[in-house]
Structure formats: C-alpha cells, structure tokens
C-alpha cells in the first residue's frame, strides 16, 4: 500500500521567514498530491495540489515543487503570517489503488508574530 | 450551496452503545469518504464509496459499517462502539471526472467533522 511520510512534525518560524514541509511517497504510480490546512477544530481545506505531468506549482504566496524520481514533493510559504500557523496534511493519490487518498501525518506550523 | 454537511458535531456514547453518523453533500459528487482523525495524527480513511450503492473498505474499517443508498448521502454506523473509536470524524465528497487512470484524483471536499466520545 502508500505510504506517506512527513518532516518536520513542528515547524517554528518567524514572522516573514519561509517555511518548508517536505514528505515522502511510497509508490512510484501515485499521480496526484494535494497538500490540505487545517486550523484548530476546523476542516482540512485544500491548499494547494499538483498533478504527476508538472514539477512546480505556485499560488501568491505556497508554491508545490514535486520530485517523481526521488518521490517527494514539498510545500513552500514565503512570507509567513501568523495566519499560516496551523497544522498542514500532505497527501498522495494512487488511482490503481482503490481510488484512495493516503495522508501524512501533519505538520505543525508555529508563526511568531 | 452547503457543501458537505455532518451530523451530529458532537456526540458521547457509551461502549457498547451504536449509532449512525450522517454526511451529505449537494455538490453531486460521485465519491465519498470517511476519516478518523486522531489526536496528533493525520487522518485514516475508513470506508469509501465510489458511487450510489458501493462501498470499499480504507485502512481502518474494523469496527464500523457503511451504506450509500443515496448518492448525495453517505452513512457510518458503529454497531457496538468501543473506546478505541473516540474521535473526530470527518467526510468528504469528490467529483468523477475523465477516464482510465486520472478517473478520481480530483481535491476532497470536507465536512466540518462529528467529534465523538465513547466512554
């Protein structure tokens, strides 16, 4: 089955620096990687994705880079805010699979204003 | 436009107890999902179902049943909960779009979760 790693399990920046989350798949089929946010007691809410056929992925201020050789992929926010301070999902998506989405175990992003 | 919708957001039970955990979603999508959630951890899929009237076991579906009777309405039953089953919930709907391969990997769209106890 996939399997999906995710480092580091707490992130701690200062307002304004960067910030990267980097996970690891399993299973060099999984076409789809979606990286999901989710602030205390609220849902997951999608991000940012990418897609097997491209290498980076940028939206303002998250950009997605995906390495299919290695098998990784990463998040990147500039600019942090203390808004960014929440605990992000990785993901990763192998059609052949049984159509299932298989997680990270999270991040936990600390901005400090 | 609801989206996804859980119910109930909150419920304790005690073990042994069962129940039924509802999500309905009005976007007319073709898949629907249930999570676990536990603290710490990243989310677990149970159950899902890739249209009205199927359902396939996820990685954790010891435990819990599921029905799609409907396509907009996707149910979680525990039929005899245990402690081990204490936590948030969650369901998601995706669409169906394209052929082969590219068939389901569209974004998960979540409802708001059910936080449940079980003592």
């Known amino acids: 089955g996939e399997n999906v790693e995710q480092h580091p399990s707490t992130l701690s920046v200062q307002e304004g620096d960067s910030a990267v989350i980097k996970c690891t798949y399993s299973d060099s089929a999984s076409n789809y990687f979606p990286w999901y946010k989710q602030e205390l007691g609220k849902r997951p809410q999608l991000i940012i994705d990418?897609?097997?056929?491209?290498g980076e992925k940028k939206d303002q201020r998250i950009a997605v880079t995906l390495n299919k050789t290695a098998k990784h992929f990463s998040l990147h926010i500039t600019e942090t805010q203390p808004e960014d301070s929440a605990v992000y999902f990785c993901a990763a998506f192998f059609s052949q699979a049984g159509n299932m989405l298989t997680f990270g175990g999270g991040t936990r992003l600390m901005v400090k204003p | 436009n609801a989206g996804v919708t859980q119910t109930p957001k909150f419920r304790v039970l005690k073990t042994g107890q069962s129940m039924t955990l509802l999500c309905a979603q009005d976007?007319?999508?073709?898949?629907m999902y249930w999570y676990r959630q536990d603290p710490g951890m990243g989310l677990r899929l149970i159950h899902y179902?890739?249209?009205?009237?199927?359902?396939a076991k996820g990685e954790v579906p010891d435990g819990y049943n599921v029905s799609r009777l409907k396509k907009q309405n996707f149910l979680l039953g525990l039929e005899s909960a245990a402690p081990s089953q204490t936590s948030v919930y969650f369901c998601?709907?995706?669409?169906?779009f394209g052929t082969g391969v590219s068939y389901s990997n569209q974004p998960q769209h979540f409802g708001d979760g059910t936080r449940l106890s079980i003592l």
């Open positions: 179902s890739v249209g009205e009237g199927t359902t």
């Open positions: 976007m007319n999508h073709e898949y």
């Open positions: 990418i897609r097997s056929n491209v």
């Open positions: 998601a709907s995706s669409p169906l």
